[in-house]
């Protein structure tokens, strides 16, 4: 039994602080992730301990970097020089690997058995013949880099120093940020196979590095490596203090919220900090100290009021505590660093009627006080927002994807980042929840007057001319959202949580994910793949089934936006497992990816793709009617 510390072999007595075993609510934040951490629990008065001892040396025991040439030297192992003698042929390596896309991969047989490639090989001279075909061949089976490594047998030395060896040779540039991405997931410890994929990040631009932070900070519980050194240097950048915004947040929030990983990212959280800069730290420094007043605030609101009715009395309770808080006068908002809020603005702060008692808050939008642009936050205490924020990153690269396809979906990702234990939301200015649309048309009878929205629509652009762009925008929303909440398995689509402003439609609200619907009393309220009521079809003229020429745009649109989506599965499959770590309730184990997997149909070909889809527009049309009784319900009783 040992223990090895940065390549040196642990000895002598240790004593190891055990875990409390997590209750239901505590496993909801951090399942599984004790047993992916080495952190003992620091709570020493009141832990459980193990002791035990090492054997104990007179001097240090380091593990080698690579083996000398002597040690390589092995009679029995000459069957992979000859392969690198002739450049006219790729090393005779087996077993292969292979893919339904991509050809077999040949540098699969570095396995026990075969001759340790050595700095002394042919192959060490980028100059050789047969290292311009090593070139070759990893372009082409670049794809297949994890699949292979992931057959490595890791304890066996020699051939892990042949590993090292290609990876060494490898192009970063030859790896797709995909490929990159994966092998930064926790099925590869190793640190020359991190290596390689941090080398591939540096060439991003900070857009791409921003697009992808949210994975990178949590596939990082290690304080120092390749990975957290490359995130903590492009956050310092000059040019890179939006990365840096976030990146704080980010690794605040688990520092917050993971107790399994809180030291680790601790380390990372100071480092960032003692080289920010005064002006960054300021910043810092009046965010947070909003963040802990509005916090104290929604705690004493949920004490104070802890049933959802009277919705009057508890607005002017709110309004009374946030005259006496210490809020910062200015302060930028976590969830976008371009916008400085001032003031608060009292009288427009309400108490929203949900069961967890979020703020609707408004501040003055500096530097100009007197705007008539207020500034909007919803603040919620004690939930866990990161799922929203997978579902918005997910969203804005999807759209992304879209855009290189010519494709504008008018996607709304409205800003939202935990603080830790509590959550701060964008509020999309002009908007209204489908609910209240139809509460003008009838009260909750609404929810089955198919005309509804079609008419509050029609009274924010009264001229024609304009109305036909309202709903030629409002076609492509729908068609995105349909398509994107789809692939997500996204649950609990009451019409709460879907918004319509005067030309968009957009949803909110992601705590259901991945095929997990939601249910009262044992009943599952949801039974269409995604949202497409008959309410719906009204605005695009498809009305008794007859057919029309919105309608038929948007099917088109979906079926492009889905197949595009399909070509980046391999993306949206990665950025996923890249969250394994971070225990979400929805997102814990690899058997969570597969429903994200079967949405996608992989394994089908380009027809029936797009026919499996089509048939799931054909669901929601045959059962939109489910959809309105679940609505009415829901406006009757309320539920949540």
């Known amino acids: 039994y040992g ?38 629990n620091p709570d020493v008065a009141n832990s459980m301990a193990v002791s035990f001892f090492l054997d ?50 040949p540098l699969q047989g570095l396995s026990v058995g075969m001759r340790p490639i050595r700095s002394s090989s042919p192959l060490a001279s980028t100059k050789t013949p047969c290292m311009k075909r090593f070139r070759e061949e990893s372009i082409r089976y670049a794809s297949n880099l994890p699949q292979y490594l992931s057959n490595v047998d890791w304890m066996n030395r020699r051939v892990v120093d042949d590993v090292h060896w290609l990876l060494g040779n490898w192009d970063p540039a030859e790896l797709d940020i995909t490929v990159a991405l994966e092998l930064l997931s926790i099925d590869f410890a190793d640190e020359m196979v991190r290596r390689l994929a941090v080398k591939r990040l540096e060439s991003l631009s900070n857009d791409d590095v921003l697009r992808y932070l949210l994975q990178l900070v949590q596939v990082e519980p290690y304080h ?25 947040w980010y690794v605040r ?62 607005s002017l309770k709110l309004q009374e505590l946030l005259r006496n808080c210490s809020l910062p006068d200015e302060f930028l908002l976590p969830f976008d660093p371009r916008v400085k809020a001032g003031r608060i603005l009292i009288d427009k702060c309400k108490v929203m009627a949900s069961k967890k008692k979020p703020l609707w808050l408004e501040f003055s939008h500096m530097p100009s006080p007197s705007s008539t642009t207020s500034v909007g936050i919803i603040f919620k205490e004690g939930d866990d927002l990161r799922q929203d924020m997978l579902v918005i990153q997910t969203l804005v690269v999807m759209d992304s994807i879209w855009q290189e396809k010519s ?61 036909y762009k309202t709903v030629e925008r409002f076609v492509k929303s729908c068609a995105g959202y349909c398509v994107a909440t789809y692939v997500l398995g996204i649950g609990d689509r009451h019409n709460d949580n879907i918004m319509v402003t005067d030309q968009n439609l957009f949803h909110i609200d992601f705590g259901h994910i991945l095929g997990n619907r939601k249910h009262f009393l044992g009943v599952n309220r949801e039974r269409v793949p995604f949202v497409l009521t008959p309410d719906f079809l009204y605005v695009m003229g498809r009305i008794k089934g007859r057919n029309s020429l919105c309608f038929s745009g948007f099917r088109d649109t979906c079926t492009q936006a889905y197949l595009s989506l399909r070509s980046h599965s391999r993306l949206l499959v990665t950025l996923f497992s890249l969250m394994l770590l971070t225990g979400m309730s929805q997102l814990g184990a690899a058997e ?32 939109g009617w489910t959809v ?13």
């Open 3 to 40: 223990q090895i510390h940065r390549s040196v072999l642990s000895q002598g007595s240790h004593t190891l602080h055990m875990w409390a075993y997590p209750s239901l609510e505590e496993e909801a934040i951090t399942y599984q992730a004790d047993k992916l951490s080495s952190a003992t």
């Open 56 to 105: 104990r040396y007179s001097f240090p025991v380091v593990l080698p970097n690579s083996f000398s040439s002597s040690e390589s030297s092995d009679p029995t192992t000459s069957s992979l020089s000859s392969s690198f003698d002739s450049p006219l042929s790729p090393p005779s390596f087996s077993p292969t690997l292979s893919s339904p896309d991509s050809p077999s991969l």
């Open 224 to 248: 120092d490596s390749f990975l957290a050194r490359f995130l903590i240097q492009r956050a310092l950048r000059l040019q890179s203090k939006r990365i840096g915004h976030f990146f704080f």
């Open 253 to 314: 929030s688990e520092v917050a919220g993971c107790p399994y990983f809180r030291q680790r990212m601790a380390v990372i959280l100071e480092a960032y900090l003692l080289g920010c800069g005064q002006a960054m730290l300021n910043s810092f420094t009046q965010q947070v100290k909003a963040v802990v007043a509005l916090e104290e605030v929604a705690i004493k609101i949920k004490k104070l009021f802890p049933d959802r009715n009277d919705s009057a009395p508890i």
């Open 407 to 467: 494709l504008d979906l008018n996607l709304i990702p409205y800003g939202c980042i935990s603080t830790g234990h509590n959550i701060m939301i964008e509020i999309v200015r002009n908007a209204a929840t489908i609910a209240a649309v139809q509460r003008t048309h009838r009260g909750t009878a609404g929810a089955f007057r198919n005309d509804a929205l079609f008419e509050w629509l029609k009274s924010k652009c009264p001229l024609q001319e304009i109305h």
């Open 592 to 623: 969570d990816i597969r429903y994200l997997q079967e949405a996608l149909q992989e394994e089908q070909n380009e027809v029936e793709a797009t026919e499996h889809f089509l048939q799931q527009i054909s669901v929601c049309e045959q059962k």
């Open 628 to 640: 309105q009784a679940n609505w009415w319900f829901h406006m009757v009783a309320g539920i949540k």
